[in-house]
């Protein structure tokens, strides 16, 4: 094991060590005319809408890497707390992480306080988070929850900046959700008539946005009550072959048949045990 | 960062190109960090490197900047003073201390954070020399 002389404790957190290698590889592949590998991100249509009793969120289930699809049906609607959810679009790994250390620290905090936790303050730990980074963590959410004081929407931007509104778009296909929503949204909806909304708008992403595709995740949040419909319609189906070049059993008639049966016997037999433990 | 610049972007110790070169046995690294010269040794390797090393000692100044104008001197007086005893519980140099004390003092104790998931000391692969090390608290290097 190699030994140092330091003379402050090591600290974890990012480490920095390797960007200016990384940077000289990324120089010389450049010059010879390839690229680095690229991070996955999340070609994304997110959106939320505020109704009635509480929140409806909507997400495409597209993954990218580049130009190729990397994941047909993930899921980017993750669980912050019980009664608050967050869609993430941006670099998958990101959102994931981001979400995922928020929610934990959601939880401690909840435990600590005794209260449901409020969607304000996971949006508060978030944009402090993101803000630290200065936008190199590459997470674009759409959080949303029903607490004490009713049901909130706020959407997050990877610098840090928040919005609170009653319906927001997030992703690529951003622009095209928010047509849909600038087009039909009115306050205090029904639940049903909120849930075809995003379903609208979430589709619209889909067909318009090469980065979305596949199915559209739904999650409904009232007040005590979480709906998670994953998957709520599969706008992009892969088509069933309509016919089959396979002979069905019976069409070439049998003649004759014979059976003749393989004697084997056991010559030598060897035991190795496996180390399943 | 209140000063922006050339002189605020620094790192703080300035290893001389040719005289302390990263690497095993002093020499330099070439195959990981590329050929020597003065400017890669004094600008940072990322925008964020010099402020994440001293994020928490900012945050910490702030706070503490706060909470004197609020309720005067002796409040941030007290909780430096009570920082500065929990820091001193430590095990030997070279080990790993759960710094359970400061903790709590600082609140980190019930939040996570990248610290918590990335890079963590108590399982990194370098260990610092055990004789080396204590010579050096003790100042008898």
Do not use: W
Not at chain 1, 3 to 12: A, E, F, K, M, Y
Not at chain 1, 32 to 58: E, H, M, N, Y
Not at chain 1, 159 to 185: I, N, Q
Not at chain 2, 2 to 21: C, H
């Amino acid at each position: 094991m190699a030994t140092l002389t330091v003379n402050r404790p090591p600290q974890g957190g990012f480490c920095f060590e390797n960007c200016k290698r990384n940077g000289l590889i990324e120089g010389e592949a450049n010059k010879v005319g390839c690229s680095l590998p690229s991070a996955r991100k999340t070609g994304t249509t997110i959106c939320g809408v505020v109704f009635k009793d509480g929140i409806v969120l909507g997400a495409d289930t597209r993954a990218t890497e580049g130009m190729i699809v990397a994941d047909k049906n993930c899921s980017k609607i993750h669980y912050i707390s019980p009664n608050i959810y967050c869609c993430g679009a941006g670099t998958a790994a990101d959102t994931e992480m981001t979400t995922q250390i928020i929610s934990s620290n959601l939880e401690l905090h909840a435990l600590s306080t005794g209260r449901l936790p409020r969607v304000a303050t996971a949006n508060r730990m978030l944009k402090q988070m993101l803000f630290r980074y200065q936008g190199y963590i590459g997470a674009a959410l759409v959080l949303g929850g029903v607490d004490c004081n009713g049901p909130h929407l706020y959407s997050i931007y990877p610098h840090g900046s928040t919005d609170k509104l009653p319906y927001v778009t997030m992703g690529s296909g951003s622009l095209a959700a928010m047509a849909v929503f600038e087009d039909r949204y009115k306050p205090d909806m029904e639940e049903e008539e909120a849930k075809g909304l995003v379903r609208d708008a979430i589709a619209a992403g889909i067909f318009n946005d090469l980065g979305s595709g596949s199915n559209i995740d739904l999650c409904v949040i009232t007040k005590g009550k979480v709906d998670y419909l994953r998957p709520h319609d599969e706008a992009n189906k892969k088509g069933v072959r309509t016919g089959d070049y396979k002979y069905k059993r019976g069409t070439t008639g049998v003649l004759t048949k014979v059976v003749t049966p393989l004697h084997l016997e056991v010559v030598e037999e060897n035991i190795q045990t496996m180390d399943t433990s | 960062m209140d000063t922006r610049g050339l002189s605020s972007q620094m790192k703080d110790s300035i290893p001389v190109a040719g005289f302390s070169p990263q690497g095993s046995y002093g020499l330099q690294d070439s195959l990981r960090s590329g050929f020597t010269s003065v400017k890669n040794e004094l600008l940072p390797s990322h925008p964020l490197e010099l402020s994440e090393k001293s994020y928490q000692q900012n945050k910490d100044k702030m706070n503490l900047s706060t909470l004197r104008n609020i309720q005067g001197l002796h409040a941030p007086l007290k909780l430096q003073m009570e920082h500065r005893a929990a820091r001193q519980i430590q095990r030997l140099p070279f080990l790993p201390s759960s710094n359970l004390a400061l903790d709590t003092l600082r609140g980190s104790d019930d939040t996570v954070g990248f610290e918590d998931i990335l890079n963590d000391p108590t399982q990194s692969e370098m260990m610092g020399e055990p004789h080396l090390m204590v010579e050096y608290k003790l100042g008898l290097l």
